[in-house]
């Protein structure tokens, strides 16, 4: 598997992966798992004048991690909502953290117990 | 995704402090071997616990030299471990941590490793994501290289998927 790995490029999840590298833009994807959110609200919410989130918001939409819609109420209101599917597919990566520490813990346990049996005889 | 925390958990039939010695001071003998969760190439270092609170978990290779992965932060047997951790692909200031619990329970103990920390390394970090090609001889030494081809490839699919 290692030998046919090549040099590919994936500038998506790059961006993604910078859009992530900030605290305001961590702190606007938590607040829009909660509901969508138009960026005055965003701004009031984490202190930022309009301009500076106006930024942030565009770095996370070339991130492909929100995405910008017509408010339900008001169709003149464009507001921001989460694009899941980049989310999901960093959950994967900290997954496979997961899945090596449940390797190793479960040759663990096989060593840990035949030891223990041992020493008890 | 702010704070990015990996807690796994095990229960074991036997007592936390056989379980603290085993984990310890037995690591080489049933920590996996190969390319996938050895340390660094050609994948057939042998790991050691420094005992100790001022200890270190280091892979030793045949030829002398070594590899630190981690100081010892808390060494109390039978119950509580935290160590640094480090992958060879970081760099000198980046490093995570790893908690590991040993707590009684009826018949044995439950282990518990908890590794926090991946948020402080930077975005395109090699071990958060080889995937980009660029640090292909990184990601070569890297510890989940497999694991992130396997995710390249559930990307591509999905992306494929998604058109």
């Known amino acids: 598997m290692r030998a046919t790995a090549k040099r590919v490029e994936?500038?998506?999840?790059?961006?993604?992966?910078?859009?992530l590298a900030d605290p305001v833009r961590r702190r606007v994807v938590d607040l829009l798992k909660v509901q969508p959110r138009r960026a005055g609200e965003l701004a009031e919410l984490?202190?930022?004048?309009?301009?500076?989130?106006?930024?942030h918001l565009k770095v996370l939409r070339s991130g492909a991690l929100i995405e910008a819609v017509n408010g339900s109420d008001d169709a003149r209101v464009r507001v921001y909502r989460?694009?899941?599917?980049?989310l999901e597919e960093l959950r994967d990566w900290l997954g496979d953290v997961r899945t090596f520490w449940n390797d190793q813990l479960g040759a663990f346990k096989a060593r840990v117990e035949a030891q223990s049996k041992a020493r008890r005889r | 995704m702010t704070n990015e925390t990996v807690t796994v958990s095990i229960e074991v039939a036997a007592d936390p402090a056989i379980a603290f010695d085993v984990f310890t001071s037995e690591i080489d003998a049933w920590w996996l071997r190969g390319p996938k969760h050895r340390f660094k190439p050609p994948w057939n270092g042998c790991l050691r616990f420094e005992p100790g609170a001022s200890g270190r978990l280091l892979e030793e290779y045949a030829d002398?030299?070594?590899?630190?992965?981690?100081?010892?932060?808390q060494w109390k047997p039978g119950e509580r471990l935290v160590l640094s951790w480090r992958l060879p692909v970081f760099a000198e200031n980046e490093t995570t941590e790893v908690d590991v619990r040993f707590e009684a329970i009826e018949g044995g103990t439950r282990?518990?490793?908890?590794?926090?920390?991946?948020?402080?390394l930077r975005a395109d970090h090699p071990a958060r994501h080889g995937l980009a090609g660029r640090d292909y001889e990184y990601m070569k030494a890297g510890l989940w290289a497999e694991n992130l081809m396997a995710l390249r490839a559930r990307l591509e699919r999905g992306r494929v998927d998604r058109r």
């Not at chain 1, 984490?46 to 930024?55: D, E, F, H, I, V």
């Not at chain 1, 989460?82 to 980049?86: G, K, S």
């Not at chain 2, 002398?64 to 932060?73: E, H, N, Y």
């Not at chain 2, 282990?111 to 402080?120: L, M, P, T």
């Open chain 1, 82 to 86: 989460l694009r899941p599917e980049r």
């Open chain 1, 46 to 55: 984490l202190g930022q004048r309009a301009p500076a989130m106006s930024k």
């Open chain 2, 64 to 73: 002398g030299s070594s590899f630190v992965i981690g100081k010892v932060q």
């Open chain 2, 111 to 120: 282990v518990s490793v908890e590794h926090r920390g991946w948020h402080a």
């Open chain 1, 10 to 19: 994936r500038p998506e999840l790059d961006a993604t992966l910078v859009a």
